[in-house]
C-alpha cells in the first residue's frame, strides 16, 4: 500500500516489452490511451490487451466513447461477461519481453484511481528470479479467462505467445503462488491451505462485504484466532446487524488514510501473523461470498501469496492509520444490491472488423434471440445477418469507431449502448512495425541523415521479429492482377498517361515521409487522410501547377555512412532467409519488400553514401528473393509454392512501382551484367503479378519518381520495358518445349561470358567465355546454384529465339536482351 504508482514501478524495471496485458473490472479508456498506451511506447510499444468486465467496460465507453478514439485500433479491450450475478473481478498487469517477464497482481482498477491514487495494494513477480512459480500460475489463468471471453484465435496469439516463443518461458517451474476463481475449490479453502497451521491472528482488509457478513463470519469462526476486521471509517461495507453476527474472535476496526489524506483505501488482504513472518494474501477477492464462498458460480477473482517478515508486514500498515475503536457502521447494508449485475435487454459484448465484413457478438435478455439486428455505424445503419456460433455479420465499407445494435421487441424498437469496433488489422500489427509506423507518420519534408538512420533501425528491428498469422486464414482474396496480353504490351500508347507528369511538382509532389508511409504500411492497417496532392479524377484535365522540390537533405557523414551501411547489412541478411518470409502473411512480405526496395533506393542516393557496398548488398537480396543463390532456389517461389493464394494478397501498385525501381537501380550497376536483364524479365514471366499491379500502377511509379529518380519519366519508361520483358520471356517459354532440337544448328565455337543458355531443363548464365569443346560454369536461374556442363550441351538462346514461332516484337525484346556482349562473369 506504500507503491502508489504502480505502473511507474513496473516500467522501471522492464527495458525492452513485446506483449502487456492487463485484467481489470472497470476501465477507464482516456487512461488507458493517454496514460497507458503512451507509456509503453517508451518501452517497446508491446501490443496492449486489456480483459475487462463486460458491464463495467460498456458504461465506462457510454460515458468516454467520444473522445475514446484509439480502443481497437492501437490496443484491444476484451469484455468479460460471465452472466448475471457474476463480475470479471482481477486485477493484474503482466508485462514480458524476449529476455523477462514481470507480473503484478493486486487491486486496482485500471484508471487513475486504481494504478495511483487510491490505497490499493499489488505484489510483484520477475522473472528470470524467484517469480516464476506464479508466472506460470498466471499463464494458466490467462487460458481461462480466454475460454470465459471466448476470445479469438488471434487475441489467443497475442496474450499467450510470450509463454510459447520467449526463451526464458521454457524454464517456468511449476505454478504456484496465486490463488484464482473460477475453480473447482473456493478461494477460502485455497487461502486457509496456504497458512502453516493455525496463526497468532489475523487481519481482513476489504472495502466490501456480502450484505449478511457471511463471508467474514465464515473465515473468522473457522481461523479461530484474534481477527482484525480493518474497515475505512466513512466508507464502511458492513451493516450493524451482519457485524453483531460475528464470532467473538473478531473485533472491528476503524481505518483511514494517513496525515488525514482522503484517498479510498482499496486494497484487499488477508494476514496470517505468526511469531517470526506474515503470510500475506492479497489481490482482487473483497469479503464476500461470490469472491469468497463461490466456486464456478461466482466472480472471477485473482489473489497473490507472498511471505513477509513482521517488521516488512508493519512497514505496509504504515500507510494507513488504524484506530483502536470501530467506524460507526450503518445499520442497512451499504452494499446489498453490489451484486447485482445489469442486463440490459441486448447488449453488445463484441465487435471485429476485418477485409469489409463486421462481426457482432450480442447477448439479449427476456426477447427472443432475433435472426438479425440492425447495426446503426456514425453515417450508415446495416443488417446484420445471424452465423455461427450466434455471431452478426454484414458488409461494410468504413464502420468507423464505435457502433450500437437495435432491435425490435413487442414493446417496440430496442438500442444497446455504444460498443467500440476492433479494426483487426490494425491491432494484429507488430509493436516493432508500429514504431515504424508511428515515425512515419508523425513528420514531413526530407528525410534527414539521422532520420534515415532511425528508419532504419526500426525496419531491422521489424524485419528480426516475426508478425502473427492469426485470422490471415479468414482473410478475402483480393482480386487478381490486371492481365495484359502481346497486343496490350507492345502497343504503342502501353504504359502513357494522357499527360505527361511535370518534373518537380503537380500532382506527383509528395513527401519522402509520406511515402515511406505508404509504402511500409499493409493496405488497410492505418487510417489516413487522401493525399492533398492526388491526381484530379478526370485523367484528361489540366494537371495541377507545379509545387517546389523539397529541401535537399544534407551529406551523410562517415560515421552515419557506417552506421548506414552495418544497418543495411542487417536488414538484407535477415530478409535472406526462408524463416524471413514465413514468418510474415502475404500482405506484410509485399509491404515489407516495398519498403526494403525503397530504401535502398533512398540510401544509394543520399551524398556521401558508399553507392557500391549498397548496390552489393541490393543485388545479393534481390537474388536471394527472386534469382536464387547458392545452393537456395528463389525465396519467393518456394513461398508462393507453399502458399498458392499469396500473390492474390501480395498484388498492388505499391509493390510493382518498387520492384520496377529496384530493377532499374540494379541494371544501372557493375554488380550485374546484361544477363541481369532477362533475368528480371523471368521474374515477371514467372510472376506476372509482381509486374502487373493494379489500374493505377502509373500514379504510383510517378510518385517514387519524384524522390528517387532523375526524371519523372524515367520509371515508368523501365516498367514498360520490364512488363514486355516479362511477356516476351513467357513467350519464349511457352515455346521452348524442345531447346536440344536446335543444338546442330549452332554453328560458332564459343559461349560468352553472361549469356543467357538452355541446359539442363532450365536457364542458366555463363560465368565466363569459354570453348563449346570445353567444361563451363553457369549459374542456373531456377535452382539458383553454380553447375558446370560441356559447352556442347548448351543452347545460347539468342541464337535459336529466331527460328521460333514467334511474333516480331517477341524476337526483337530477346534478342535486345540476349546479345553477347562479353560483360563480367557473376558476382
Not at 502513357?496 to 511538382?505: E, F, I, K, N
Request: hydrophobic share 45%; charged share 20%; with cysteine.
Amino acid at each position: 500500500m506504500n507503491e502508489i504508482n504502480v505502473l511507474q514501478h513496473m516500467l522501471s524495471a522492464s527495458k525492452k516489452v513485446t506483449t502487456a496485458v492487463v485484467l481489470t473490472h472497470n476501465i477507464d479508456f482516456m487512461f488507458a490511451q493517454a496514460i497507458l498506451v503512451n507509456r509503453l511506447r517508451k518501452n517497446g510499444a508491446p501490443r496492449l490487451t486489456v480483459f475487462a468486465d463486460a458491464g463495467c467496460a460498456a458504461a465506462s465507453f457510454t460515458r468516454q466513447s467520444e473522445i475514446a478514439n484509439l480502443v481497437g485500433r492501437s490496443f484491444r479491450v476484451v469484455p468479460v461477461d460471465l452472466g448475471v450475478g457474476r463480475r470479471f473481478h482481477p486485477k493484474a498487469i503482466f508485462l514480458a519481453g524476449p529476455e523477462s517477464a514481470r507480473l503484478a497482481v493486486g487491486s486496482g482498477n485500471l484508471g487513475h484511481g486504481g494504478w495511483s491514487g487510491n490505497r490499493e495494494i499489488w505484489t510483484y513477480f520477475d522473472y528470470p528470479g524467484a517469480g516464476g512459480p506464479a508466472i506460470a500460475a498466471f499463464r494458466n489463468y490467462l487460458e481461462n479467462v480466454c475460454e470465459l471471453a471466448a476470445v479469438s484465435e488471434a487475441v489467443r496469439a497475442t496474450v499467450l505467445e510470450p509463454f510459447q516463443s520467449e526463451a526464458w518461458a521454457g524454464d517456468l517451474p511449476e505454478p504456484d503462488g496465486l490463488l484464482a476463481l473460477p475453480a473447482d475449490v473456493f478461494i477460502m479453502d485455497q487461502l486457509l491451505a496456504k497458512f502453516d497451521g493455525p496463526p497468532s491472528s489475523f487481519d481482513l482488509l476489504s472495502p466490501y462485504f456480502d450484505s449478511e457478513g457471511e463471508a467474514a463470519a465464515e473465515l473468522a469462526r473457522r481461523l479461530n484466532v484474534p481477527t482484525r476486521i480493518l474497515i475505512q471509517q466513512g466508507k464502511e461495507g458492513l451493516s450493524s446487524s451482519s457485524a453483531d453476527k460475528l464470532p467473538a474472535c473478531a473485533q472491528i476496526l476503524g481505518i483511514a488514510p494517513v496525515n488525514g489524506q482522503r484517498q479510498t483505501i482499496h486494497a484487499k488482504l488477508y494476514a496470517a501473523r505468526y511469531p517470526d513472518r506474515v503470510i500475506l494474501v492479497a489481490g482482487s477477492a473483497n469479503c464476500s461470498r461470490a469472491a469468497l464462498l463461490s466456486r464456478h458460480n461466482g466472480n472471477a477473482e485473482l489473489m497473490a501469496v507472498s511471505q513477509l517478515t513482521v517488521s516488512e508486514y508493519d512497514e505496509l500498515l504504515a500507510a494507513i492509520q488504524i484506530s483502536d475503536e470501530p467506524p460507526h457502521l450503518p445499520e442497512v447494508a451499504p452494499n446489498e444490491n453490489w451484486d447485482a449485475v445489469e442486463s440490459p435487454i441486448v447488449r453488445v459484448l463484441s465487435t471485429s472488423f476485418e477485409d469489409g465484413v463486421i462481426v457482432v457478438r450480442c447477448i439479449f435478455a427476456g426477447v427472443v434471440i432475433p435472426s438479425q439486428i440492425r447495426v446503426v455505424l456514425n453515417a450508415v445503419t446495416v443488417v446484420a445477418l445471424a452465423g455461427e456460433g450466434g455471431a452478426y455479420s454484414a458488409a461494410v465499407s468504413d464502420p468507423g469507431s464505435r457502433l450500437w445494435v437495435e432491435i425490435d421487441t413487442v414493446q417496440g424498437p430496442v438500442r444497446s449502448a455504444p460498443l467500440w469496433i476492433d479494426h483487426e488489422a490494425e491491432l494484429r500489427i507488430g509493436r516493432p512495425e508500429q514504431n515504424v509506423q508511428a515515425k512515419l507518420a508523425g513528420n514531413e519534408g526530407p528525410i534527414s541523415s539521422d532520420g534515415l538512420i532511425d528508419i532504419f533501425t526500426l525496419v531491422v528491428e521489424h524485419y528480426n521479429n516475426p508478425v502473427p498469422w492469426s485470422g490471415m486464414a479468414s482473410r478475402k482474396k483480393a482480386g487478381p492482377a490486371v492481365e495484359y496480353n502481346l497486343d496490350d504490351v507492345f502497343s504503342d500508347g502501353f504504359g502513357q498517361r494522357s499527360y505527361a507528369p511535370m518534373l518537380g511538382g503537380g500532382y506527383a509532389q509528395t513527401d519522402e515521409w509520406t511515402l515511406m508511409n505508404d509504402y511500409f504500411r499493409v493496405v488497410g492497417s492505418i487510417r489516413h487522410p487522401k493525399d492533398p496532392i492526388d491526381p484530379p479524377d478526370d485523367p484528361n484535365g489540366d494537371p495541377p501547377a507545379p509545387k517546389p522540390l523539397p529541401a535537399r537533405s544534407k551529406p551523410l557523414e562517415p560515421n552515419q555512412v557506417q552506421k548506414l551501411q552495418r544497418l543495411i547489412d542487417k536488414a538484407v541478411k535477415s530478409m535472406s532467409s526462408m524463416a524471413f518470409l514465413e514468418s510474415r502473411p502475404p500482405a506484410r512480405l509485399a509491404a515489407d519488400i516495398r519498403t526494403a526496395a525503397l530504401l535502398l533506393a533512398i540510401a544509394r542516393r543520399r551524398e556521401g553514401m558508399d553507392k557500391g557496398k549498397v548496390d552489393t548488398a541490393s543485388a545479393k537480396l534481390f537474388y536471394a528473393l527472386f534469382s536464387g543463390s547458392g545452393e537456395s532456389h528463389p525465396l519467393l517461389d518456394v513461398y508462393v509454392e507453399r502458399h498458392p493464394d499469396a500473390p492474390d494478397q501480395m498484388q498492388s501498385s505499391e509493390l510493382t512501382a518498387a520492384m520496377t525501381l529496384w530493377i532499374a537501380d540494379l541494371l544501372q550497376t557493375p554488380e550485374v551484367g546484361q544477363w541481369f536483364e532477362f533475368a528480371g524479365s523471368r521474374v515477371a514471366a514467372q510472376h506476372p503479378w509482381l509486374a502487373q499491379g493494379k489500374e493505377d500502377v502509373l500514379q504510383s511509379l510517378e510518385r517514387l519518381s519524384v524522390h528517387v529518380a532523375s526524371l519523372a519519366e524515367a520509371l515508368p519508361e523501365f516498367w514498360v520495358g520490364w512488363i514486355r520483358g516479362g511477356v516476351a520471356v513467357k513467350a519464349l517459354m511457352d515455346s521452348l518445349t524442345n531447346p536440344t532440337a536446335f543444338l546442330e544448328a549452332i554453328a560458332r565455337s564459343r559461349v560468352y561470358s553472361g549469356e543467357i543458355v538452355w541446359v539442363a531443363g532450365q536457364f542458366a548464365v555463363a560465368q565466363a567465355d569459354f570453348d563449346r569443346s570445353a567444361n563451363g560454369q553457369f549459374l542456373l536461374l531456377r535452382d539458383g546454384r553454380l553447375a558446370k556442363f560441356k559447352g556442347e550441351k548448351t543452347v545460347p538462346i539468342v541464337d535459336v529465339v529466331g527460328k521460333m514461332d514467334l511474333p516480331e516484337t517477341i524476337i526483337d525484346t530477346m534478342k535486345r536482351m540476349l546479345a553477347p556482349t562479353g560483360i563480367q562473369q557473376v558476382r
